[in-house]
């Protein structure tokens, strides 16, 4: 079993782990947390299966990825603080 | 030479595989939202650092490991900026941390 094999099994573990919290997650909050990891790890997979498959051009989606993980959390919780995506600091309060 | 780049390489990727079950356990397994936030910080540094790392051991000197620096750089830059916002967020909704002392004022 090749290195990167054993390194795709253990991120898979990881989601999956992850992934009950998402389910179980009493708060809002638990559920941004996990889906954030969720992200990250999927990023990582991502990286390491073009390596499995010998396909190293996966990294690209990998780093679109990443750069739309950042903004959907981000938009998730502004939303959850304001009740508006379009609302400034000024007028919701800090 | 070859073999010690592989050896390093497959430590690498292991531990940072690692790492992130370690992270992952420890969101299940954390009493409340903001230690699972602490839990979730490792997958983000230790876990993306040493299997991004390792990634760039074995492919040397090429453009595929300028691509990984570029997501070793986002993600080191961007993760924070969100794990702030969680916590930020939960002290504006007023989410209480679990505490194994009472500090409510009342004494004991």
């Known amino acids: 079993m090749s290195m990167f094999a054993v390194a795709a099994i253990a991120l898979l573990v990881s989601l999956g782990l992850v992934l009950v919290r998402v389910l179980k997650g009493p708060t809002i909050f638990d559920r941004v947390i996990a889906g954030n990891s969720i992200g990250t790890l ?30 959907g959390t981000i938009a998730v919780l502004k939303f959850f603080r304001y009740g508006d995506l379009g609302a400034g600091e000024d007028e919701a309060g800090s | 030479m070859d073999t010690a780049l592989h050896i390093l390489s497959w430590a690498l990727l292991v531990g940072g595989g690692f790492f992130c079950v370690v992270g ?51 993600v080191f830059f961007t993760s ?25 004022g009342e004494g004991k």
Request: net charge neutral.
């Open chain 2, 80 to 104: 924070p900026v969100a794990g702030h916002a969680i916590a930020r967020s939960m002290r504006h909704r007023n989410v209480e941390p679990v505490l194994s002392e009472d500090r409510t």
């Open chain 1, 42 to 71: 999927s990023v990582l997979l991502l990286a390491v299966m073009g390596y499995v498959f010998g396909r190293p051009e996966f990294i690209d989606l990998a780093i679109t990825y990443a750069l739309l993980n950042v903004i």
């Open chain 2, 24 to 74: 992952s356990i420890g969101i299940i397994r954390m009493p409340d939202a903001f230690t699972r936030l602490h839990a979730a910080s490792i997958i983000d540094t230790l876990g993306v650092g040493m299997i991004i790392a390792g990634l760039m051991v074995e492919s040397g000197l090429t453009l595929t490991t300028a691509r990984l620096g570029i997501i070793l750089i986002l």
